[in-house]
């Protein structure tokens, strides 16, 4: 049972757009630490895809976008692609357990 | 840019010690935080453990009795020792930078740990 929530898979179309959210509490998100997305590709490391609730590292697309409000993060995905199909995770910190939380992980699938 | 490689045994017998090291190149261990998380296979990410360079630590409570995380300046690298291990720490073990606010950036490619007789 992990800390921050997200659904265990969401799935679009091409070109279509998607979101994915992570759900904490009031120890976590809702305490006002920031929300941080990570992009797994099949076989790979995490890759760092938002930090600090809406900001990209160079060299993501902005086709990805992050949004935090009250005790939730999300991430929206614009113009599906095939490459995009991955893991997904979310990431906080949480005062009450004094260290880092993740969410469980989205799959996402490109129909 | 900064770049990490894990390193370790591979394989481990249950009951005994895990040593891995995280090598970090294109930059000095002499600022910032260091991580280790790990993801057992098909499973999702957890914490384990980070250390800043002049040696506060911080531990994932649920396994903060049987890890230890240290950090060598002169070798430019730092290191993980779990305990006790079980079949339960089977995983790809990844080191990573801690950014400012709490984000991990960059990885290292992980290492594989199994534990197994």
């Known amino acids: 049972q992990s800390v921050l929530t997200q659904p265990p898979s969401v799935s679009g179309a091409p070109g279509q757009r998607v979101t994915i959210s992570c759900t904490g509490s009031s120890s976590n998100i809702g305490a006002g630490y920031d929300v941080h997305w990570y992009q797994q590709l099949p076989g790979t490391a995490p890759k760092l895809l938002i930090y600090s609730n809406d900001n990209r590292p160079s060299g993501v697309p902005d086709r990805f976008s992050g949004s935090k409000s009250g005790t939730s993060g999300s991430l929206a995905i614009t113009g599906l692609q095939a490459e995009d199909e991955a893991d997904y995770y979310c990431q906080s910190y949480d005062f009450s357990l004094s260290g880092v939380v993740f969410g469980g992980g989205t799959k996402l699938t490109v129909l | 840019q900064v770049q990490l490689q894990e390193s370790g045994p591979g394989l481990v017998r249950p009951a005994e010690t895990l040593s891995l090291t995280c090598t970090v190149s294109?930059?000095?261990?002499?600022?910032?935080?260091w991580s280790w998380i790990r993801q057992p296979p098909g499973k999702g990410l957890e914490w384990l453990a980070y250390?800043?360079?002049?040696?506060?630590?911080n531990y994932n409570p649920s396994l903060k009795s049987r890890i230890t995380i240290s950090l060598d300046t002169s070798k430019n690298k730092f290191s993980l020792q779990l305990r006790s291990v079980t079949a339960a720490d089977t995983a790809f073990y990844y080191c990573a930078r801690l950014g400012e606010r709490n984000w991990f950036d960059p990885w290292g490619r992980g290492t594989l740990l199994t534990v197994s007789s």
């Open positions: 250390i800043y360079y002049n040696g506060p630590t």
């Open positions: 294109g930059g000095s261990v002499r600022s910032k935080y």
